[in-house]
């Protein structure tokens, strides 16, 4: 499943996975998943956001690039605090451009993206099954319309969202060589 698009890293230690792709692509299912197998920390990127920004999601207007800013600069800092204390970690993160993809790893080393890709149809039927989320299903189209998949020279894997939630995480981990 790995992009031909993308260098698959060859990982440091200790390095930060960053699972990113549009909402209901499966981040938070298949990072938890992950940080499970590993014993890696983990961190729902969504619980990052400023209110305002969760307020105007909820209300089904798409985020700008500034109102994203001060969220991608936490997710940076969480990151650079693993890499820091010299310990391996998961976020989610939805990381749609290359700039938010360059913020958030912005050392340039010690992060490889793990991105979710799927069929706009394939991920607003997902959407339309969750609940107690403040994404409507409505700003779906905004994020496929946002999105630039990563692309040569940016670390990481695709991974297709058709399987399991657990069968993805072992590709993943297969995909970049870790080991529960």
Sequence with gaps: MDSPDMATPALPKPVVLV???????GKSTVAALLAGRL???????DALHPQSNIDKMAAGHP??????????????????????????????????????????NRRGSGVAFVFLSGSSETISARLTERHGHFMPTSLLESQFAALEE???GEPGIRIDVGPAPGVIAQRIMDELGLNG
């Design 63 to 104: 985020l700008t690039d500034e109102d994203r800013h001060p969220w991608l600069e936490k997710v940076a800092d969480w990151v650079d605090r693993r890499l820091d204390h010299g310990e391996n970690g998961i976020i989610t993160c939805s990381a749609l451009k290359r700039s938010y993809r360059n913020i958030i």
């Design 19 to 25: 699972v990113m792709g549009v909402s209901g692509s």
């Design 39 to 45: 014993g890696w920390a983990f961190e729902e990127g």
């Design 150 to 152: 990563p692309s040569q």
